[in-house]
Protein backbone atom coordinates (compact mmCIF):
# COMPACT_ATOMS: atom_id res chain seq x y z
CA UNK A 1 0.00 0.00 0.00
CA UNK A 2 1.55 3.11 -0.97
CA UNK A 3 1.44 6.84 0.80
CA UNK A 4 1.47 9.83 -0.96
CA UNK A 5 2.59 13.10 1.30
CA UNK A 6 1.21 16.31 0.37
CA UNK A 7 2.67 20.02 1.56
CA UNK A 8 -0.18 22.40 2.53
CA UNK A 9 0.12 25.97 0.81
CA UNK A 10 -2.15 28.32 0.91
CA UNK A 11 -3.34 29.81 -2.80
CA UNK A 12 -1.47 26.18 -4.48
CA UNK A 13 -2.46 23.16 -6.24
CA UNK A 14 -2.55 21.13 -2.62
CA UNK A 15 -6.26 22.25 -1.51
CA UNK A 16 -7.45 20.10 -4.60
CA UNK A 17 -4.60 17.27 -4.41
CA UNK A 18 -6.55 16.89 -1.03
CA UNK A 19 -9.97 17.02 -1.85
CA UNK A 20 -9.05 14.37 -4.86
CA UNK A 21 -7.10 11.90 -2.57
CA UNK A 22 -10.38 12.15 -0.12
CA UNK A 23 -13.02 11.51 -3.07
CA UNK A 24 -10.99 8.66 -4.35
CA UNK A 25 -9.51 6.89 -1.35
CA UNK A 26 -5.84 7.94 -1.91
CA UNK A 27 -3.94 7.36 0.92
CA UNK A 28 -2.19 10.70 1.82
CA UNK A 29 -0.28 12.56 4.48
CA UNK A 30 0.00 16.52 4.86
CA UNK A 31 3.93 16.91 5.90
CA UNK A 32 5.09 20.71 6.30
CA UNK A 33 8.56 20.45 4.14
CA UNK A 34 9.41 23.96 5.72
CA UNK A 35 10.38 21.74 9.41
CA UNK A 36 14.14 20.40 9.59
CA UNK A 37 12.30 16.74 10.28
CA UNK A 38 11.08 17.21 6.96
CA UNK A 39 12.96 13.63 5.60
CA UNK A 40 11.94 11.51 8.57
CA UNK A 41 8.57 12.76 8.25
CA UNK A 42 8.10 11.37 4.74
CA UNK A 43 9.58 7.47 6.43
CA UNK A 44 6.52 5.92 5.92
CA UNK A 45 5.40 7.87 1.99
CA UNK A 46 6.62 6.59 -1.26
CA UNK A 47 6.18 10.20 -2.57
CA UNK A 48 6.08 14.12 -1.97
CA UNK A 49 4.18 16.72 -3.94
CA UNK A 50 4.63 20.18 -3.20
CA UNK A 51 3.54 23.17 -5.04
CA UNK A 52 6.58 25.14 -4.45
CA UNK A 53 6.04 28.88 -5.00
CA UNK A 54 8.79 30.49 -7.36
CA UNK A 55 8.91 34.15 -5.53
CA UNK A 56 8.33 32.82 -2.08
CA UNK A 57 11.86 33.39 -0.58
CA UNK A 58 12.07 30.10 1.74
CA UNK A 59 11.06 27.75 -0.98
CA UNK A 60 13.34 29.73 -3.26
CA UNK A 61 16.32 28.76 -0.79
CA UNK A 62 15.95 24.73 -0.91
CA UNK A 63 12.47 23.49 -2.59
CA UNK A 64 14.75 22.37 -5.81
CA UNK A 65 17.33 21.04 -3.30
CA UNK A 66 15.12 19.02 -1.22
CA UNK A 67 13.09 17.61 -4.15
CA UNK A 68 16.41 16.41 -6.53
CA UNK A 69 17.41 14.56 -3.49
CA UNK A 70 14.23 12.85 -2.89
CA UNK A 71 14.07 11.69 -6.13
CA UNK A 72 17.66 10.78 -5.65
CA UNK A 73 16.96 8.33 -3.00
CA UNK A 74 13.95 6.57 -5.04
CA UNK A 75 10.95 8.54 -3.72
CA UNK A 76 8.85 9.69 -6.26
CA UNK A 77 8.03 13.87 -6.26
CA UNK A 78 6.18 16.50 -8.01
CA UNK A 79 7.77 18.59 -9.55
CA UNK A 80 10.75 16.25 -10.71
CA UNK A 81 13.77 17.57 -12.24
CA UNK A 82 12.52 17.32 -15.41
CA UNK A 83 9.38 19.21 -14.33
CA UNK A 84 11.33 22.07 -12.40
CA UNK A 85 14.63 22.88 -13.26
CA UNK A 86 13.83 25.31 -15.71
CA UNK A 87 10.90 26.75 -13.32
CA UNK A 88 11.21 30.51 -13.29
CA UNK A 89 14.58 30.27 -15.49
CA UNK A 90 13.85 32.11 -18.76
CA UNK A 91 18.02 32.22 -19.35
CA UNK A 92 17.75 27.38 -18.47
CA UNK A 93 14.42 27.94 -20.75
CA UNK A 94 16.13 28.96 -23.59
CA UNK A 95 19.25 26.90 -23.82
CA UNK A 96 16.74 23.65 -23.08
CA UNK A 97 14.60 24.71 -26.12
CA UNK A 98 17.28 25.25 -28.18
CA UNK A 99 19.04 22.15 -27.72
CA UNK A 100 16.13 20.48 -28.76
CA UNK A 101 15.22 22.58 -31.38
CA UNK A 102 12.09 23.45 -30.49
CA UNK A 103 9.94 26.44 -32.16
CA UNK A 104 11.33 29.27 -29.51
CA UNK A 105 11.03 32.89 -30.18
CA UNK A 106 14.61 33.78 -31.20
CA UNK A 107 16.01 34.65 -27.92
CA UNK A 108 19.53 36.28 -27.05
CA UNK A 109 21.15 36.41 -23.68
CA UNK A 110 24.73 37.72 -22.64
CA UNK A 111 27.10 37.53 -20.35
CA UNK A 112 29.50 40.37 -21.28
CA UNK A 113 28.52 43.93 -21.43
CA UNK A 114 30.62 44.66 -24.66
CA UNK A 115 28.99 41.37 -26.73
CA UNK A 116 25.80 42.91 -25.72
CA UNK A 117 26.94 46.58 -27.14
CA UNK A 118 28.22 44.58 -30.68
CA UNK A 119 24.87 42.87 -30.85
CA UNK A 120 22.88 46.01 -30.64
CA UNK A 121 24.74 47.97 -33.26
CA UNK A 122 23.59 44.79 -36.01
CA UNK A 123 20.27 43.71 -34.58
CA UNK A 124 16.85 45.32 -35.78
CA UNK A 125 14.39 47.11 -33.28
CA UNK A 126 11.99 46.78 -31.35
CA UNK A 127 13.30 44.25 -28.89
CA UNK A 128 11.65 42.25 -25.95
CA UNK A 129 14.07 42.86 -21.97
CA UNK A 130 12.98 40.46 -19.53
CA UNK A 131 14.63 39.54 -16.53
CA UNK A 132 14.97 35.43 -16.21
CA UNK A 133 12.32 35.01 -13.38
CA UNK A 134 9.03 36.76 -12.63
CA UNK A 135 5.54 36.06 -13.96
CA UNK A 136 2.64 37.68 -15.46
CA UNK A 137 4.54 39.73 -17.62
CA UNK A 138 6.53 41.30 -14.36
CA UNK A 139 10.16 42.69 -15.24
CA UNK A 140 8.76 42.35 -19.02
CA UNK A 141 9.48 45.69 -21.25
CA UNK A 142 9.41 46.33 -24.86
CA UNK A 143 13.32 48.26 -26.37
CA UNK A 144 12.16 50.30 -29.14
CA UNK A 145 15.51 51.51 -29.69
CA UNK A 146 18.92 50.68 -29.75
CA UNK A 147 19.73 53.66 -27.40
CA UNK A 148 17.34 52.14 -24.71
CA UNK A 149 18.71 48.80 -25.46
CA UNK A 150 22.02 50.38 -24.44
CA UNK A 151 20.85 51.83 -21.05
CA UNK A 152 19.15 48.53 -20.17
CA UNK A 153 22.85 46.47 -21.19
CA UNK A 154 24.51 49.63 -18.55
CA UNK A 155 22.32 48.88 -15.65
CA UNK A 156 22.72 45.01 -16.48
CA UNK A 157 26.44 45.29 -15.52
CA UNK A 158 26.06 47.93 -13.16
CA UNK A 159 23.79 48.57 -10.88
CA UNK A 160 21.04 45.99 -11.99
CA UNK A 161 17.40 45.29 -11.48
CA UNK A 162 15.19 44.92 -8.77
CA UNK A 163 13.22 41.47 -8.82
CA UNK A 164 9.68 43.59 -8.39
CA UNK A 165 9.08 45.96 -11.56
CA UNK A 166 6.67 49.02 -11.94
CA UNK A 167 5.88 47.90 -14.84
CA UNK A 168 3.65 45.01 -12.37
CA UNK A 169 1.99 48.33 -10.53
CA UNK A 170 0.17 49.62 -13.60
CA UNK A 171 -1.77 46.25 -13.82
CA UNK A 172 -2.58 45.76 -10.59
CA UNK A 173 -3.78 48.76 -10.61
CA UNK A 174 -6.16 47.89 -13.92
CA UNK A 175 -7.42 44.73 -11.97
CA UNK A 176 -8.75 46.74 -9.20
CA UNK A 177 -10.44 49.47 -11.20
CA UNK A 178 -11.99 45.80 -12.79
CA UNK A 179 -13.18 44.76 -9.73
CA UNK A 180 -10.80 41.48 -9.51
CA UNK A 181 -8.50 42.71 -6.90
CA UNK A 182 -9.66 43.98 -3.57
CA UNK A 183 -8.57 47.38 -1.67
CA UNK A 184 -6.37 45.49 0.85
CA UNK A 185 -4.41 43.67 -1.84
CA UNK A 186 -4.09 46.42 -3.72
CA UNK A 187 -2.62 48.19 -1.12
CA UNK A 188 -0.12 45.52 -0.57
CA UNK A 189 0.82 45.61 -3.70
CA UNK A 190 1.97 49.18 -4.52
CA UNK A 191 3.88 48.39 -0.92
CA UNK A 192 5.50 45.74 -2.42
CA UNK A 193 6.91 47.76 -5.57
CA UNK A 194 8.46 50.01 -3.42
CA UNK A 195 9.52 48.31 0.00
CA UNK A 196 11.71 45.06 -1.08
CA UNK A 197 10.64 41.96 -0.14
CA UNK A 198 12.33 39.13 1.60
CA UNK A 199 13.30 37.47 -1.46
CA UNK A 200 14.41 40.40 -3.09
CA UNK A 201 16.04 40.88 0.30
CA UNK A 202 18.12 37.90 -0.01
CA UNK A 203 18.55 36.94 -3.35
CA UNK A 204 19.44 40.80 -4.51
CA UNK A 205 19.16 42.22 -7.67
CA UNK A 206 19.39 40.69 -10.89
CA UNK A 207 22.73 41.89 -12.64
CA UNK A 208 25.45 40.35 -14.64
CA UNK A 209 23.79 39.28 -17.54
CA UNK A 210 21.32 40.54 -20.37
CA UNK A 211 18.43 38.57 -22.06
CA UNK A 212 16.15 39.57 -24.74
CA UNK A 213 13.98 38.32 -26.69
CA UNK A 214 12.77 39.01 -30.88
CA UNK A 215 9.37 41.25 -30.61
CA UNK A 216 6.51 39.29 -32.80
CA UNK A 217 4.02 41.97 -33.80
CA UNK A 218 0.37 41.86 -34.31
CA UNK A 219 -0.01 39.41 -31.84
CA UNK A 220 -3.90 40.40 -30.36
CA UNK A 221 -3.39 37.30 -27.47
CA UNK A 222 -1.21 34.81 -26.74
CA UNK A 223 -2.37 30.68 -26.10
CA UNK A 224 -1.10 28.79 -23.20
CA UNK A 225 -0.95 25.00 -23.62
CA UNK A 226 -1.33 22.73 -20.46
CA UNK A 227 0.31 19.30 -20.67
CA UNK A 228 -0.14 17.17 -17.63
CA UNK A 229 0.50 13.27 -18.83
CA UNK A 230 -1.42 12.47 -21.98
CA UNK A 231 -3.59 15.30 -21.51
CA UNK A 232 -3.77 18.90 -22.46
CA UNK A 233 -6.12 21.91 -22.22
CA UNK A 234 -5.50 25.56 -23.33
CA UNK A 235 -6.57 29.39 -22.75
CA UNK A 236 -6.49 32.00 -24.74
CA UNK A 237 -5.42 35.19 -23.07
CA UNK A 238 -5.72 38.81 -24.64
CA UNK A 239 -3.32 41.04 -24.61
CA UNK A 240 -3.57 44.33 -22.20
CA UNK A 241 -5.13 47.67 -24.03
CA UNK A 242 -2.12 49.40 -25.30
CA UNK A 243 0.37 47.05 -24.65
CA UNK A 244 2.16 44.14 -25.82
CA UNK A 245 1.69 41.48 -23.16
CA UNK A 246 -0.63 38.83 -22.51
CA UNK A 247 0.14 37.15 -19.44
CA UNK A 248 -0.87 38.23 -15.96
CA UNK A 249 -3.91 39.93 -17.93
CA UNK A 250 -6.66 38.81 -16.98
CA UNK A 251 -8.71 38.76 -20.07
CA UNK A 252 -9.13 35.12 -20.71
CA UNK A 253 -11.20 32.64 -23.88
CA UNK A 254 -11.99 29.25 -23.15
CA UNK A 255 -13.53 27.86 -26.43
CA UNK A 256 -12.22 25.45 -28.07
CA UNK A 257 -13.00 27.48 -31.82
CA UNK A 258 -10.15 30.34 -30.12
CA UNK A 259 -7.28 27.58 -30.25
CA UNK A 260 -4.70 27.07 -33.11
CA UNK A 261 -4.34 22.89 -32.44
CA UNK A 262 -1.24 23.37 -33.62
CA UNK A 263 -0.22 25.12 -30.02
CA UNK A 264 -1.48 21.88 -28.79
CA UNK A 265 0.30 19.55 -30.64
CA UNK A 266 3.45 21.14 -30.74
CA UNK A 267 3.32 20.82 -26.98
CA UNK A 268 2.34 17.43 -27.10
CA UNK A 269 5.48 16.53 -28.92
CA UNK A 270 8.19 18.89 -26.99
CA UNK A 271 6.97 17.24 -23.88
CA UNK A 272 7.26 14.19 -25.11
CA UNK A 273 11.29 15.02 -25.27
CA UNK A 274 11.16 17.19 -22.28
CA UNK A 275 9.45 14.39 -19.96
CA UNK A 276 7.43 16.96 -17.55
CA UNK A 277 4.99 16.01 -15.68
CA UNK A 278 2.98 19.32 -15.52
CA UNK A 279 4.18 22.27 -17.95
CA UNK A 280 3.06 25.16 -19.35
CA UNK A 281 3.52 26.57 -22.68
CA UNK A 282 3.41 30.06 -24.06
CA UNK A 283 2.68 30.54 -27.65
CA UNK A 284 2.40 33.56 -30.17
CA UNK A 285 2.45 33.85 -34.04
CA UNK A 286 5.00 35.06 -36.36
CA UNK A 287 4.32 36.82 -39.46
CA UNK A 288 3.30 34.08 -41.37
CA UNK A 289 1.46 32.52 -38.44
CA UNK A 290 3.43 29.92 -37.11
CA UNK A 291 3.04 28.86 -33.76
CA UNK A 292 6.54 30.26 -31.42
CA UNK A 293 7.14 29.48 -27.66
CA UNK A 294 7.44 32.21 -25.48
CA UNK A 295 8.07 30.56 -22.40
CA UNK A 296 7.77 27.56 -19.89
CA UNK A 297 6.41 26.89 -16.60
CA UNK A 298 5.54 24.32 -14.41
CA UNK A 299 3.04 26.12 -12.02
CA UNK A 300 -0.03 28.39 -12.85
CA UNK A 301 -2.80 29.63 -11.29
CA UNK A 302 -5.70 27.41 -10.44
CA UNK A 303 -9.28 29.58 -10.46
CA UNK A 304 -8.01 31.20 -14.10
CA UNK A 305 -8.38 27.16 -15.30
CA UNK A 306 -11.82 26.08 -13.82
CA UNK A 307 -13.63 27.51 -16.51
CA UNK A 308 -12.26 25.04 -19.38
CA UNK A 309 -14.82 23.13 -21.50
CA UNK A 310 -12.40 20.42 -22.42
CA UNK A 311 -9.01 18.85 -23.07
CA UNK A 312 -7.19 17.04 -25.54
CA UNK A 313 -5.54 13.54 -25.16
CA UNK A 314 -2.08 13.03 -27.27
CA UNK A 315 -3.89 11.46 -30.42
CA UNK A 316 -5.24 15.37 -30.48
CA UNK A 317 -9.01 13.75 -29.82
CA UNK A 318 -10.94 16.81 -28.02
CA UNK A 319 -12.99 15.27 -25.01
CA UNK A 320 -15.67 17.88 -24.12
CA UNK A 321 -17.02 19.05 -20.31
CA UNK A 322 -15.08 19.89 -17.14
CA UNK A 323 -12.52 17.34 -16.04
CA UNK A 324 -9.75 17.86 -12.82
CA UNK A 325 -6.04 18.98 -13.56
CA UNK A 326 -4.82 18.15 -10.22
CA UNK A 327 -6.36 14.62 -10.04
CA UNK A 328 -4.46 14.10 -12.98
CA UNK A 329 -1.44 14.51 -11.23
CA UNK A 330 -2.21 12.61 -8.44
CA UNK A 331 -3.45 9.76 -10.45
CA UNK A 332 -0.03 10.14 -12.78
CA UNK A 333 2.06 10.37 -9.68
CA UNK A 334 0.22 7.37 -7.82
CA UNK A 335 1.22 5.07 -11.34
CA UNK A 336 4.78 6.19 -10.80
CA UNK A 337 4.98 5.08 -7.22
CA UNK A 338 3.00 1.58 -7.90
CA UNK A 339 5.72 1.18 -11.20
CA UNK A 340 8.78 1.90 -8.69
CA UNK A 341 7.13 -0.11 -6.03
CA UNK A 342 7.10 -3.26 -8.18
CA UNK A 343 10.54 -2.60 -9.87
CA UNK A 344 12.48 -2.26 -6.36
CA UNK A 345 10.34 -5.60 -5.64
CA UNK A 346 11.52 -6.90 -8.92
CA UNK A 347 15.03 -5.80 -7.97
CA UNK A 348 15.32 -7.57 -4.96
CA UNK A 349 13.65 -10.97 -5.76
CA UNK A 350 16.57 -10.76 -8.73
CA UNK A 351 19.50 -9.93 -5.84
CA UNK A 352 17.99 -12.85 -3.95
CA UNK A 353 17.80 -15.41 -6.58
CA UNK A 354 21.65 -14.29 -7.50
CA UNK A 355 22.79 -14.72 -3.74
CA UNK A 356 20.91 -18.10 -3.39
Excluded at 170 to 183: R, W
Aim: net charge positive; proline share 3%; hydrophobic share 35%.
Amino acid sequence: MSRIAIHKTNNSFSDRWVAYCQAKQIDYKIVDCYRNDIIEQLQDCDALMWHFYHASAKDSLFARQLLYSLQQSGKIVFPDFNTMWHFDDKVGQKYLLESIDAPLVPSYVFYNEQAAYEWIERTQFPKVFKLRGGAGSVNVQLIQNKQKAKRIVKQAFGRGFKHTSLVSLHDTYQKYQQGKLPAFDLTKRIARCFIPTQYSKIHGKERGYVYFQDFIPNNAFDIRVIVIGNKAFAIKRMVRKNDFRASGSGMILYDKQEFDERCVSIAFEVNNRLQSQSIAYDFVFDVNHDPLIVEISYGFSIEGYDPCTGYWTSDMAWHEGKFNPYGWMVEDLSFAVKENLQYNLQKTNNTFLLNE
